[in-house]
């Protein structure tokens, strides 16, 4: 699914209005629809329970008058509150506005006059539906609109957004003064970029988008070079497991990793790897760590390399490590390896005998700070899994603020520089590929901010690189079933006591269709 800025999402609605000769109300209508079954979907029905919409003078403001009126079809108490004189609507927003005097009498809508009036009513509801302003925000929010917005973020109520939380930028994710803190934000038409970057991606919330009716041909048409991982994107990239299968047919995945003390980080990617249906997986690991290692794993094979004194991975080991490559589907390098020079010197040596689907995550990552052109002697395109101070410790004069403030920008940036694929890590993870196309997942919480949850990631992108799937798809792929598996974690843990353990035993859980987050 393409994600878009303001301006490309009026392109479509006026194309579908003028060229496809669909009413700009007939819009609002299945906009409106929409709203309601997520909001129900997502706060339970809403009979008895009493709601209160705020609109602005615009097309948001049109959807959110339709969203009353269908509430108030199915029972709910309804509250509407106009930031704006009803001369002042838009033409098909004062459409919206008689119909839905017609059925809930004008009662049922008040003008904002003062912050005291609107408290009293905010505080009596049980929900609140934000559509004050829509994804032509470009000026700070002054005014009663500002006014409104500290209102109801203040409230302590659930917070519907209708299509992007008020006061955020559509395409920056800025706030402009002051923003809508959402408890579900749903996108109308396509989601928009803004709710994915920057400040958008506290203030949105839970994200859901509604299918308005524009044709497909007008959003093929948009140039957009981002899009959000959906599910049956990454259903669709999982190999067919016919009845004659055997561990030979889902590929071997080797694993380079561990030293004394970070034997965990690769035994985490070892049981990822065969959790998301690799056939075998061995871990190449320093020979004094060998037995820590296997007491570890029931399932995962182990081979024993030669070590520094610091119990590191040694550069004398690299015919056997280039051996143990050879022998193997996929290959991922770096969890617990170390910083030690001698092995940062092996990692750097292992670039040009890179010939196979790979990833590269860690102290592998690590070890080519300042020496990322070394990336381009791999004979295959690797996949990189940093997270925001690996990219800086990557890309020159680059500082984890600066990664974290173009995280898009960044990603597309070093993987078309580079020829690689790049899964930078975070908050809504960046997938860029080397021709500039980029991903954003949008599965994950932050109960996954706990040491080993980005070696589970490596180890289920090499897990499928093993089963021969190309390394875009399963980068992506891999991404959007580990931020569902610690989905899944959250739903049963909570958030707080989160281990990346945790996300391991869900991740059989993500793999099946019927699973939702």
């Not at 030690?340 to 040009?352: A, C, N, W």
Request: aromatic content about 2%.
């Amino acid at each position: 699914m393409k994600i878009v800025t303001g301006t490309e999402m009026q392109t479509l609605d006026r194309r579908t209005i003028t060229e496809a000769h669909v009413p700009g109300t007939v819009l609002m209508e299945r906009a409106g629809e929409g709203i309601v079954r997520y909001l129900e979907e997502h706060c339970g029905p809403v009979r008895g329970k009493t709601i209160t919409i705020l609109c602005g003078k615009g097309n948001n403001g049109g959807d959110g008058l339709v969203v009353a009126r269908l509430l108030h079809r199915r029972h709910a108490r309804i509250h509407v509150v106009l930031l704006t004189p009803i001369t002042d609507l838009s033409r098909d927003a004062a459409t919206m506005y008689r119909r839905l005097v017609r059925v809930a009498g004008k009662t049922a809508i008040v003008r904002f006059r003062s912050a005291a009036q609107a408290q009293a009513l905010l505080a009596s509801s049980d929900i609140l539906v934000d559509a004050l302003l829509g994804t032509g925000l470009s000026s700070l929010v002054t005014g009663a609109y500002r006014e409104a917005i500290e209102l109801i973020n203040n409230a302590g109520k659930p917070v519907i957004a209708v299509d992007i939380p008020s006061g955020l930028h559509a395409d920056t994710g800025a706030v402009l003064g002051s923003a809508i803190h959402a408890t579900l934000t749903i996108a109308c038409g396509l989601p928009k970029l803004g709710l994915y970057v920057g400040a958008g991606i506290d203030q949105a919330g839970v994200i859901r988008v509604v299918d308005i009716g524009i044709p497909p041909a007008y959003m093929d048409a948009i140039e957009s070079q981002t899009l959000l991982l959906t599910s049956d994107s990454a259903f669709q990239s999982l190999p067919e497991r016919l009845p004659s299968s055997h561990k030979g047919t889902f590929g071997h995945a080797g694993i380079i990793a561990g030293s004394v003390g970070k034997t965990g980080a690769a035994a985490l990617a070892a049981r990822a790897a065969l959790r998301v249906g690799a056939g075998l997986v061995t871990v190449a690991t320093p020979s004094s760590v060998n037995d820590v290692l296997e007491a570890k794993l029931l399932e995962a094979m182990t081979m024993p390399m030669p070590e520094t004194k610091a119990r590191t991975l040694a550069r004398s080991g690299l015919d056997r490590v280039v051996a143990f490559i050879q022998a193997r589907t996929a290959i991922a390098i770096g969890p617990g390896l170390s910083t030690h020079p001698e092995t940062v010197e092996l990692v750097q040596s292992m670039m040009k005998h890179l010939d196979r689907p790979s990833v590269l995550d860690a102290d592998a990552l690590n070890a080519l700070a300042g020496r990322a052109s070394l990336l381009t002697e791999c004979k295959t395109p690797p996949i990189l899994t940093p997270h925001p101070g690996e990219m800086a410790r990557l890309e020159v004069d680059a500082t984890t603020q600066s990664v974290n403030a173009d995280r898009i920008g960044t990603a597309r940036r070093f993987a078309r520089e580079r020829g690689v694929f790049v899964v930078l890590k975070g908050a809504r993870t960046v997938i860029a590929r080397p021709d500039g196309l980029v991903a954003i997942c949008p599965t994950g919480n932050p109960g996954m901010a706990t040491a080993g949850t980005g070696d589970v990631l490596t180890g289920m992108i090499v897990g499928l690189l093993a089963q021969r799937i190309p390394a875009w798809e399963a980068a992506c792929a891999a991404t959007y079933f580990h931020g569902l598996a610690g989905d899944l974690a959250s739903r049963h843990l909570g958030q707080p006591g989160m281990l990346a353990g945790d996300l391991i035993a869900q991740i059989p859980y993500a793999l099946q269709r019927t699973t939702t987050a």
